[in-house]
């Protein structure tokens, strides 16, 4: 006889970003869909690995990263957060940022846990708490500025709340949580003492003069953050899966051991390509990274309201949720393929990122592209009559 899955697979799917990345692939489009950046990698990075591979570093490294990583991300931490931290028993490194995320959620909640997150969510942080059999609790942003109340927050809240989930800057929405806003968050954290989770991995990606705020950094907060980064994105390194968690000794060798268990080590090689970006790259690298994607941002956006399919404007990230109501399809799906093969541009169905109906009425695209995809999407959009 043969026998059924588990029974926490049936919470999950194949992602819909991924899905529509082959279905891009089918119809030769142009993909904007999965956040993979085509950018440049910077050639520090790429020289670092290179050289790393002729060292020796081709074998396990410590569960947790190695050591000339962790301590240029706790240099990094110090000199861009504010977030002092032991590299020694406070730094993680993982497999990405996503499983960073994963490692924490495993580590630190049990199955029937409720965790708050913000609609629109990033689809791999539900997938995450399912894996672990969390049960997400979804509070609603509202358009185009992606507000929400603290009313709603305590409307959800239940002795059963363990911990919420801050990504800022936001996948899919672009949203930057203001200091003002975190600080509400901090004490609503405190009052009913959860954990805070924050994805950051987009900390360097933030427009129209914002600057960056880590949850941690607050009072009374670093004892209960576990901030979430990565420098796939950074450094154009997608898929070399380098990312890391920071957190208090206790969670941290918790995450660690969980890390271990999950993945033993991220690649040696690529850790130390990445430890020599940060540790050598100049700060006006990251300068020029903000303002090179704000460019992206508002060509791109411009081509979306030239054609009908009003974008909100995303405030960090490079990800932007256009308004797609007005084409054919009841469904994100079918107006997501309708642009698709009208257009040839992939973008991903609202619905990966909204747990109710509103998820029909947006498409998400990445605008992480050379100049000439760009270009050339922008093109299609403008030139077609929707």
């Excluded at 942003?141 to 709603?152: C, D, E």
């Excluded at 004490?187 to 427009?207: G, K, M, Q, S």
């Excluded at 029909?360 to 050339?376: G, H, I, M």
Aim: charged fraction near 20%; include cysteine.
């Amino acid at each position: 006889m043969i026998r059924a899955v588990s029974r926490r697979m049936a919470d999950l799917a194949q992602s819909e970003i991924r899905a529509m990345t082959q279905a891009c692939v089918n119809l030769k489009g142009l993909n904007m869909a999965q956040g993979v950046c085509d950018t440049p990698v910077p050639l520090i990075v790429l020289e670092g690995a290179e050289q790393a591979i002729r060292d020796g570093y081709n074998v396990y490294t410590r569960f947790d990263g190695l050591l000339e990583l962790r301590k240029a991300i706790a240099n990094k931490l110090a000199h861009y957060n504010g977030i002092h931290a032991d590299p020694e028993t406070e730094v993680t490194v993982s497999a990405g940022a996503t499983g960073a995320f994963h490692c924490a959620c495993a580590a630190l909640l049990n199955p029937g846990d409720e965790v708050i997150l913000f609609e629109p969510y990033y689809q791999y942080h539900i997938s995450a708490l399912a894996a672990v059999e969390a049960i997400p609790v979804v509070v609603h942003m509202q358009p185009p500025a992606w507000t929400y109340s603290l009313a709603q927050l305590e409307q959800v809240v239940t002795k059963k709340t363990k911990a919420i989930i801050i990504n800022s800057p936001g996948n899919p929405s672009g949203k930057v949580f203001s200091r003002l806003e975190l600080e509400a968050l901090a004490n609503f954290a405190c009052r009913h003492d959860l954990f805070v989770f924050t994805d950051e991995i987009y900390e360097y990606f933030l427009y129209d003069g914002r600057t960056h705020v880590s949850m941690a950094t607050l009072p009374d907060m670093a004892e209960r953050t576990i901030t979430i980064g990565g420098y796939s994105k950074t450094f154009s390194v997608t898929g070399w899966r380098i990312g890391y968690s920071v957190a208090a000794e206790p969670w941290a060798g918790a995450i660690g051991a969980m890390n271990d268990l999950l993945y033993v080590c991220a690649p040696g090689p690529l850790q130390i390509g990445v430890a020599r970006g940060i540790s050598q790259l100049p700060d006006n690298f990251y300068t020029e990274l903000t303002r090179d994607y704000q460019h992206k941002r508002d060509r791109f956006c411009s081509a979306l309201t030239k054609a009908g399919l009003t974008p909100s404007i995303p405030q960090g990230a490079y990800y932007v949720l256009a308004d797609v109501a007005r084409l054919p399809g009841d469904t994100g799906k079918a107006r997501a393929m309708y642009l698709l093969e009208r257009a040839g541009v992939a973008g991903v169905p609202g619905e990966a990122f909204f747990a109710g109906k509103t998820g029909a009425n947006f498409v998400r695209f990445c605008y992480a592209k050379t100049d000439a995809d760009l270009d050339e999407a922008c093109r299609r959009f403008t030139q077609i009559n929707f």
